[in-house]
């Protein structure tokens, strides 16, 4: 599983677009970004997944850069309920686990400010 | 109404006290894994299990063991070896062994003392 750098905390205030940005320089070809999001006490909730350029869903937005060695997830006009962590997971599809290991960094702790 | 389910929410046990952690999943998902976070922590692999019958290490799976008997169960047993059990266990499934859209439960907390 690819090593992800991402901020520790950011503050935003309600109606802004939050950027967060994950750094994966040893990106592999095969390997796909996923971000999960975290309230206190609750299990991880899968946001978004993607392998190139921009996925958009209901939620939220992850734009790639053609060298994949980034990638930043974008939430639209925020309010104080997306106040959580936000994870960056980077790894290959299903028929490479083996022994792969999954971990969740430390994450993002993004707080949204009234 | 699909989805992971975990019991119980809290837990207390003695030290020295096996405890056994239920997950069920209605999802019809091969995978299943277990994860424990620690207070301002991230999550860290425990086990999983790719299919029926099978299941590997994680990063931190000493003083844990797990079964997987059904494909719909998953349960984990934290035993006495394990030095410092009290911890938030999450435990996930997905359609495949390592895919990364996992569905989470609940949680439970386990508090040894």
């Known amino acids: 599983l690819a090593k992800t750098t991402q901020p520790i905390s950011m503050d935003s205030y309600e109606g802004q677009e939050v950027n967060i940005t994950c750094s994966h320089n040893n990106i592999a070809t095969n390997d796909y970004i996923t971000w999960y999001q975290q309230f206190p006490s609750q299990g991880p909730r899968f946001i978004i997944q993607?392998?190139?350029t921009k996925v958009t869903n209901e939620v939220a937005s992850l734009f790639i850069p053609a060298d994949r060695k980034s990638s930043t997830l974008s939430l639209p006009r925020v309010s104080l309920s997306d106040t959580a962590v936000y994870y960056c997971?980077?790894?290959?599809?299903?028929?490479?686990?083996?022994?792969?290991?999954?971990?969740f960094g430390t994450g993002t702790r993004l707080t949204i400010i009234p | 109404d699909g989805g992971i389910t975990q019991s119980p929410k809290y837990l207390f046990r003695k030290e020295g006290q096996n405890v056994t952690l239920s997950c069920e999943q209605n999802l019809n998902h091969d995978a299943m894994y277990w994860y424990r976070q620690d207070p301002g922590q991230g999550l860290r692999l425990i086990y999983y299990?790719?299919?029926?019958?099978?299941?590997q290490k994680g990063d931190i799976a000493e003083g844990y063991s797990v079964s997987r008997e059904k494909k719909e169960s998953f349960p984990l047993t934290v035993t006495s070896a394990q030095k410092n059990p009290t911890a938030f266990y999450l435990c996930?499934?997905?359609?495949?062994?390592?895919?990364?859209?996992?569905?989470f439960g609940p949680g439970t907390r386990l508090t040894v003392t």
């Open positions: 993607g392998y190139k």
């Open positions: 996930a499934s997905s359609m495949w062994g390592g895919d990364l859209e996992q569905y």
């Open positions: 997971l980077v790894g290959g599809p299903p028929s490479n686990f083996g022994n792969e290991k999954l971990t």
């Open positions: 299990s790719q299919i029926v019958n099978d299941f």
